[in-house]
């Protein structure tokens, strides 16, 4: 599983965070907003690796900046708490998946700030 999830391509999983946030009535610009704070990506950035056919785990290790304050994010996602999460790749993506979740709910972290 850990090594499919990292060979997933962005290209496949940005639509869907898409649809995620904007069926929730919030909007892409706060999930590249968001993708801009965790990895340094712009929305041009975003276009290439989408273009290119990044996979995720391109897509982190390529990227930008990770913020270091990534870290700070707790909580779980599919059943398990992110910060037991031993594969820092993984546990880089879930982050990912659960800041997505947090738009969707209207949750818009304060820790973006930082």
């Not at 989408?50 to 990770?66: G, Q, R, Y």
């Not at 059943?79 to 820092?88: A, C, F, H, L, T």
């Not at 879930?94 to 700030?113: C, F, H, N, P, Y």
Request: glycine share 4%; charged share 35%; aromatic share 8%.
């Amino acid at each position: 599983m850990t090594r499919e999830l990292k060979k997933m391509l962005f290209k496949d999983i940005f639509p869907l965070y898409v649809n995620k946030v904007e069926r929730k009535g919030h909007t892409k610009q706060e999930l590249i907003d968001m993708l801009n704070w965790l990895c340094g990506y712009d929305e041009t950035d975003i276009k290439v690796c989408i273009d290119k056919n990044v996979d995720l785990e391109t897509f982190f290790m390529d990227c930008p900046k990770l913020n270091p304050n990534r870290k700070n994010v707790t909580g779980t996602i599919c059943n398990v708490k992110i910060q037991d999460i031993e594969d820092e790749m993984i546990q880089d993506i879930r982050i990912m998946d659960k800041l997505v979740d947090d738009i969707a709910k209207g949750k818009k972290k304060q820790i973006w700030k930082s």
